[in-house]
């Protein structure tokens, strides 16, 4: 069975830092890309950022470009979200995603976020 | 980045009745468009990708239709477990942008 276990919230004050866990079982990790989700408190959804399957590939929503860093290590099966200098609108839950590729109608291999896990809530307060 | 629309915000309907929700595209995104169900407390789920297929296990009174900059989302006959919240997700380019989410609700 895929599990996606997230770990590592809690209370972080502004400026400080905080890095997130996603524990992956029932696949092997190195094989697919990985997203990082959130959602503030009764807001929606706000992609965050992902990272390709060995690494090498990482993209960012602008708001946490310079602060945050996806990396992971599939030998631990393991993607992290290093987030420093946090803000007040960091505060959110954080979801990590599986991806599967698929084509669209130009051939193109894309991916969509079949698997998610419970989330871990993060909260940036003083 | 790309702005995704939803409409309507909300909605309220009765059980059987055919919902329809729509997203837009900012710009052509040929069918790169996702839809996702979150119910209160939990993840999303995937219901649809690439704009019209359906995701393994769902069930088939869910569909998805359209291309360019105008999607769709159709439930054919709804019920009470469809109460969720529900999201288009574009992975045309990066960043890859939600919609604001549709709330639907039983009548």
């Known amino acids: 069975e895929v599990q996606l276990v997230e770990s590592g919230g809690g209370l972080v004050q502004p400026g400080g830092s905080l890095r997130l866990s996603c524990a992956a079982s029932g696949f092997i990790l190195s094989n697919y890309c990985m997203s990082w989700v959130r959602q503030a408190p009764g807001k929606g959804l706000e992609w965050v950022a992902n990272i390709n399957q060995d690494g090498s590939e990482k993209y960012y929503v602008d708001s946490v470009k310079g602060r945050f860093t996806i990396s992971r290590d599939n030998a631990k099966n393991s993607v992290f979200l290093q987030m420093n200098s946090p803000r007040g609108e960091d505060t959110a839950v954080y979801y990590c995603a599986r991806e599967e590729s698929h084509y669209d109608s130009s051939g193109a291999t894309k991916y969509h976020l079949a698997q998610w896990g419970q989330g871990t809530l993060v909260t940036v307060s003083s | 980045a790309i702005q995704m629309t939803q409409s309507p915000s909300s909605l309220s309907a009765s059980v059987g009745d055919r919902v329809t929700i729509t997203c837009r595209a900012s710009?052509?995104?040929?069918?790169?468009l996702d839809w996702y169900q979150q119910k209160p407390g939990k993840a999303p789920k995937l219901l649809i990708y690439?704009?019209?297929s359906l995701e393994s296990g769902v069930p088939s009174r869910f569909s998805g239709s359209g291309s360019g900059t105008d999607f769709t989302l159709t439930i054919s006959s709804l019920q009470p477990e469809d109460v969720a919240t529900y999201y288009c997700?574009?992975?045309?380019?990066?960043?890859?942008?939600f919609g604001q989410g549709t709330k639907v609700e039983i009548k």
């Open positions: 710009q052509g995104i040929r069918n790169d």
């Open positions: 997700l574009q992975d045309y380019n990066y960043p890859r942008t």
């Open positions: 690439v704009a019209s």
